[in-house]
């Protein structure tokens, strides 16, 4: 079965590369466009994986992976954090939150696939 | 006599100094204090006639210009002033203030007599430079989801092996690709440096060996080295004690040299790194074939945006060596190039080593 990941983005022109490379790598995609969006299309979609920005409108990311870690249904999925924000304040706040894995932007399309991939086979 | 005539009169004399923009302070040769003007009593907060016969550190209190003073004196004032002068942060009349404090040797007749601290007032540059710092940062950080976009786009363009890409447009789709490496590579240059000089970085020293860190260092460059053909050379001995650094630190400081040297090295040339352990300390070099650089340029390219120009340089913020310097300088070491015209050059870096033995973490 493929595995479907829930990308969490605003900014339309990495939503669509992001969504073009995971699915030429046979992954299911679904995107939220802010934080409130994704803690709804959790609930529906259920992914195996969440990739997450932090800086969005609505409700951040970090106050999102907060969210979706204290429910009992979602804190099991693993979450990778995507950031312009690389420093290491935010990494390290996202790890403490209970992020699997953080990629700093920008980044190749086979970097992200093999960081998805490991994250994936950590979780099996 | 001609040797009265050089000397202002006494009263002028104290007149100017009083009257100068800049503290002063005047010590002995025992580093006792023997002159204070107005400006640097309120510096330091002092009562310029009670602080004059104390000694300069339980005046003043601080550890650092004291030491500058005692090496002045203890050298005779040979030893030379430092390359880059302290600055200090005051609060005066409960204001935020900057000064850049410049330690001499006092000198008369041949022999030293004291020394002579001044203190500039460096506080507006110190605000343009910090804001100037968040303005890079918040710059850098807007850049990143564009530059994302644009990685992400042309990669898969790149990867996908689409058939209308070849030829021109191939030739085209290759340059975007080249050119958002390094759009990323300046971003990230820029941000580092302006959190360096910020001092938002934080140190975390662990013991580390060398072939390790080159090893990782070279990673991101396997691509960049195969495709100029350019023979890599890792002369490290066996038995090199293990150094004590902040290891993604150094480790960036090879991958930029190493980097900086690919650039310059023509096709089918060679780099080679090696290092030694020498007074302590551990030396690494980087070492290219490239077209070298001018003996006027070796200190300049330190400084933070400077580009050599002619060189035939690939262009650049003029950044990678001034973060090199800063990394290298927060370990305690030195940084230096040798080079000559078209002999190619050697950067050359100093590290510390673990001196109580302790070995590196092993997964």
């Given at each position: 079965m493929k595995n479907k990941i829930l990308l969490v983005e605003d900014e339309k022109n990495i939503v669509l590369g992001v969504t073009i490379c995971l699915r030429s790598a046979g992954l299911d995609v679904a995107v939220a466009e802010d934080g409130a969006d994704a803690l709804r299309k959790l609930e529906?979609?259920?992914?195996?994986l969440v990739l997450l920005d932090?800086?969005?409108?609505?409700?951040n990311g970090l106050d999102a992976l907060q969210a979706m870690k204290a429910n009992e249904t979602t804190r099991d999925i693993p979450v990778i954090v995507l950031s312009a924000r690389a420093q290491e304040e935010d990494i390290q706040r996202a790890m403490e939150l209970g992020a699997a894995d953080y990629m700093a932007k920008p980044f190749r399309p086979e970097e992200l696939l093999a960081v998805i991939r490991q994250v994936l086979a950590e979780g099996v | 006599m001609a040797h009265h005539k050089r000397r202002l009169p006494v009263v002028l004399a104290d007149a100017v100094l009083q009257s100068l923009p800049e503290g002063t302070i005047v010590t002995d040769a025992t580093a006792t204090i023997r002159f204070i003007n107005k400006r640097a009593a309120e510096i330091f907060d002092l009562n310029p006639a009670e602080s004059i016969g104390q000694l300069f550190e339980a005046a003043i209190g601080n550890h650092s210009l004291n030491r500058t003073i005692q090496k002045i004196i203890t050298t005779g004032g040979q030893c030379l002033p430092e390359a880059v002068p302290k600055t200090l942060n005051v609060t005066v009349d409960g204001k935020e203030r900057y000064y850049k404090a410049e330690v001499s040797p006092l000198v008369e007749e041949e022999a030293l007599v004291g020394t002579v601290l001044l203190f500039t007032d460096v506080t507006h540059y110190e605000r343009a430079d910090r804001i100037k710092n968040q303005f890079v940062a918040t710059v850098s950080h807007e850049f990143r989801n564009p530059l994302t976009s644009i990685v992400l786009a042309i990669e898969l363009l790149l990867a996908g092996g689409?058939?209308?890409?070849?030829?021109e447009s191939l030739a085209l789709a290759q340059a975007i690709s080249d050119d958002a490496e390094r759009l990323t590579r300046l971003v990230g240059n820029l941000l580092n440096f302006s959190r360096m000089e910020a001092g938002e970085i934080k140190m975390e020293l662990e013991s580390v060996w060398v072939a390790e860190m080159v090893e990782t260092a070279i990673i991101p460059l396997s691509l960049q080295l195969k495709a100029k053909n350019i023979k890599l050379k890792i002369l490290i001995p066996d038995g090199l004690p293990a150094v004590y650094v902040d290891a993604t630190k150094a480790t960036w400081i090879l991958t930029n040299l190493v980097g900086n040297a690919i650039r310059y090295t023509p096709e089918d040339g060679e780099i080679t790194i090696s290092a030694c352990l020498k007074e302590k300390k551990v030396f690494v070099s980087v070492c290219d074939s490239g077209p070298g650089i001018h003996p006027r340029y070796h200190e300049k390219?330190?400084?933070?945006?400077?580009q050599v120009k002619g060189n035939g340089s690939s262009g650049g913020a003029g950044l990678g060596l001034a973060i090199a310097k800063e990394i290298v300088e927060a370990h305690g070491g030195k940084i230096w190039v040798k080079s000559d015209l078209n002999k190619g050059a050697c950067f050359r870096f100093t590290l510390p080593i673990n001196e109580q033995g302790e070995l590196p973490y092993e997964e």
């Open positions: 529906t979609d259920k992914p195996d932090l800086v969005m409108p609505k409700l | 689409q058939p209308d890409l070849r030829g390219i330190f400084e933070k945006y400077t």
